[in-house]
């Protein structure tokens, strides 16, 4: 192992929904217990309707991603038409499995394809391939794997799934010291990828009302 | 000629780096302290690493007395289990302590320290103990446990005013060693905070109250972005000649506003 993990903590989950998929990932990259960027993004497009949530080791990660999309990008550019979402996570599979005694990379491929609809896929470190409707990945993922299990229904709509992926991450920032800053969410259906962050605190309400508190508890008027 | 390619020991019977000797002489065999002994068959010991510990602790001196806050974690390993923990201790009227490191230690020693507070009370004498009076008994603790090879695993901020209203700020870590300076802290607010602190710190004068809780709060803004074991919210201890209190939970005043715009990687 990485005598440092540059990516050791992170929480990334995907679901797939009725029409496409949710991916949902912390913004924290931590070194041990530094903080090294704490506005990652780290829903990595693969291409416009694939996307890849990465854990584990960050400079690992985003080399295979790299690859990865120009392996897609090269398919697209032959075939003429959009990649399927279960090559690009074959992609992943085959290079994690083969390098897996020096590699630290977990990954969850999700995406949108006409074939098959929205997709989610799990390629974990081991190097394993699996298809499942919902998948949770990092440090942060054992804090709320009960929690997602408890409340995920197949054949959700996109306004539930949302819900259900940005209190997941939220859960698991509270209590994972290794993951923490905002909720990125993505939603991918045949349009594409939609992006967003969610914030839900106002820095300027968040600064006023503890200056509030401030001089309250010290008498300051 | 004899070629001695291993190196010879250099005395015998004498001490060796890593064990306890016998200073005392004789054939007297050298015991583990007590309480490292466990009655296991096989000798069995518990792990005395750090397992439930507060992350960092900063103090800051002013005119008037002193500030130390501390925000409100106690993680296990990183798992953040306790969120609601007060780690800034209101010791007596002239005594704050921040407790960082192994929390269970921290409670330990405070258990002793309120022992010596009720014998202060006892006392009813008019004198009660200083600040400076507890980081030196800190330091003399800390040490002779650190030296029979079973340290607490604290790194303590003790700030407070003596009788005469003058402000004393220190910080004691788990081997004993102990310094005072106008702003300390523990963990990564020695990294992050104190360079902050010092950064702003005017020449001639010490801050004013104004100044030093602007620094608290920007100090544990930054040690919220960049410390992995923290949480946003923090108590802050007040000693002054007319007050000494815990004050809070206060929230950390974090900005994301920026994350929108950055994409990829």
Redesign the interface.
């Known amino acids: 192992m990485d005598n440092c993990d540059y990516f050791g903590?992170t929480t990334i989950i995907a679901v797939e929904f009725d029409g496409g998929v949710v991916m949902g990932a912390d913004?924290?990259t931590?070194c041990?217990?530094?903080?090294s960027n704490?506005?990652?993004?780290k829903l990595?497009?693969i291409t416009d309707h694939i996307y890849c949530c990465r854990s584990g080791s960050?400079s690992q990660t985003?080399t295979l991603a790299n690859t990865v999309a120009y392996a897609m990008n090269y398919y697209e550019c032959s075939m003429g038409e959009p990649a399927l979402v279960r090559d690009a996570a074959v992609h992943f599979r085959n290079k994690i499995y083969d390098s897996r005694q020096t590699m630290m990379a977990s990954i969850i491929v999700a995406g949108w394809d006409r074939r098959h609809g929205g997709q989610v896929y799990s390629v974990p470190i081991t190097g394993l391939m699996v298809h499942e409707p919902c998948a949770v990945a990092g440090?942060g993922a054992a804090?709320i794997q009960g929690f997602v299990t408890a409340h995920y229904r197949p054949g959700m709509q996109q306004a539930d799934t949302v819900e259900l992926v940005k209190n997941a991450v939220q859960l698991a920032i509270?209590?994972?010291?290794?993951s923490?800053?905002?909720v990125?969410l993505g939603v991918i259906n045949e349009y594409g990828m939609d992006?967003?962050?969610c914030?839900d605190?106002d820095?300027a309400m968040?600064?006023y009302?503890?200056t509030l508190?401030?001089n309250l508890?010290?008498g300051i008027w | 000629m004899m070629n001695n390619s291993f190196a010879q020991p250099m005395w015998s019977n004498g001490p060796s780096p890593g064990q306890f000797y016998n200073f005392m002489g004789g054939n007297a065999p050298t015991q583990l302290p007590r309480e490292l002994t466990t009655a296991g068959p096989f000798g069995t010991k518990h792990s005395t690493a750090a397992i439930t510990t507060g992350s960092s602790v900063v103090g800051i001196k002013f005119d008037g007395g002193v500030l130390v806050a501390a925000d409100t974690l106690v993680s296990y390993g990183s798992l953040a289990r306790y969120q609601d923990i007060q780690r800034v201790f209101k010791i007596n009227n002239n005594i704050l302590l921040g407790g960082s490191g192994d929390f269970a230690d921290i409670q330990s020693i405070k258990r002793n320290i309120d022992q010596k507070m009720i014998e202060d009370q006892c006392y009813n004498d008019g004198v009660i103990m200083k600040p400076g009076e507890l980081a030196s008994w800190l330091t003399r603790v800390l040490y002779n446990r650190r030296s029979r090879m079973n340290p607490l695993y604290i790194d303590v901020v003790v700030g407070g005013v003596d009788e005469t209203g003058k402000p004393f700020l220190g910080n004691v870590d788990m081997r004993g060693r102990a310094y005072n300076d106008y702003v300390v802290a523990t963990g990564f607010g020695r990294h992050l905070a104190l360079p902050l602190v010092r950064e702003r710190k005017p020449k001639d004068r010490d801050f004013t109250f104004e100044e030093a809780t602007n620094l608290i709060r920007e100090s544990m803004k930054v040690l919220y972005y960049r410390d992995t074991r923290s949480i946003p919210q923090y108590t802050v201890g007040i000693c002054t000649a007319a007050d000494c209190s815990i004050k809070g939970p206060f929230k950390v005043e974090e900005n994301w506003t920026f994350a929108e715009t950055v994409k990829g990687y």
């Open positions: 903590g913004s924290r931590s041990r217990t530094y903080v704490r506005s990652a993004d990595t497009r960050a985003q440090s804090y509270q209590h994972d010291c290794s923490g800053g905002i990125r992006a967003c962050v914030c605190k820095p968040v600064k009302a503890n508190l401030w508890e010290f």
